[in-house]
T-cell receptor, first 113, second 111 residues
Framework: AQSVTQLDSQVPVFEEAPVELRCNYS??????LFWYVQYPNQGLQLLLK??????LVESINGFEAEFNKSQTSFHLRKPSVHISDTAEYFC???????????FGQGTTLQVKP | DGGITQSPKYLFRKEGQNVTLSCEQN?????MYWYRQDPGQGLRLIYY???????QKGDIAEGYSVSREKKESFPLTVTSAQKNPTAFYLC??????????FGAGSRLTVL
């Protein structure tokens, strides 16, 4: 069965520092990979996705993630974080065909001034 | 504006009562999903529907029921058989390529 592991439950970081949120998945078939962001008491918003093609994908607000098939990873990075990036981040995987995403446990990014 | 509306945003229930959470969408998406979110556990799939008048159980369907009589609506009933219903419930639609759009959620608390 598919599974997604987010290796850190909380990541504290100072403003303007770089950050990496780690995500590993297990699957024996081709997958689609996603990062979602959730602000307090709100639904999830799509941050970025990997469906095919270039293994490096970027979002409009400076985040990027790289699909590494050999390491079955899809880590999320940002070179310089802002206070407004404080939120919970979820990695998710789908084997395609339906929207039945398997989510990781979530990583809370805490950006400190 | 197109989107997903979940109601109520907050709901309190006494033990033994059934409650129904509403999910309405005007995105014209065929597939709809219900997820449950608990702290530290991510999101778990309760039910999903890929077309009107059809739905499938997810990973944690016990104690829940759904209907899909209209394309726009996918209500979730939390029954008294659900032993630990206090959670944040999220409805989503699929726009293609497995991309989900989520509603703002409904927070259910059992008193």
């Amino acid at each position: 069965a598919q599974s997604v592991t987010q290796l850190d439950s909380q990541v504290p970081v100072f403003e303007e520092a770089p950050v990496e949120l780690r995500c590993n998945y297990s699957s024996s078939v081709s997958v689609y990979l996603f990062w979602y962001v959730q602000y307090p008491n709100q639904g999830l918003q799509l941050l970025l996705k990997y469906l095919s093609g270039s293994t490096l994908v970027e979002s409009i607000n400076g985040f990027e993630a790289e699909f590494n098939k050999s390491q079955t990873s899809f880590h999320l990075r940002k070179p310089s974080v802002h206070i407004s990036d404080t939120a919970e981040y979820f990695c998710a995987v789908s084997e395609g065909g339906t929207g039945k995403l398997i989510f990781g446990q979530g990583t809370t990014l805490q950006v400190k001034p | 504006d197109g989107g997903i509306t979940q109601s109520p945003k907050y709901l309190f229930r006494k033990e033994g009562q059934n409650v129904t959470l509403s999910c309405e969408q005007n995105l014209n998406h065929d597939a709809m999903y219900w997820y449950r979110q608990d702290p530290g556990q991510g999101l778990r799939l309760i039910y999903y529907s890929q077309i009107v008048n059809d739905f499938q159980k997810g990973d944690i369907a016990e104690g829940y029921s759904v209907s899909r009589e209209k394309k726009e609506s996918f209500p979730l009933t939390v029954t008294s058989a659900q032993k630990n219903p206090t959670a944040f419930y999220l409805c989503a639609t699929e726009s293609g390529a497995n991309v989900l759009t989520f509603g703002a959620g409904s927070r259910l608390t059992v008193l």
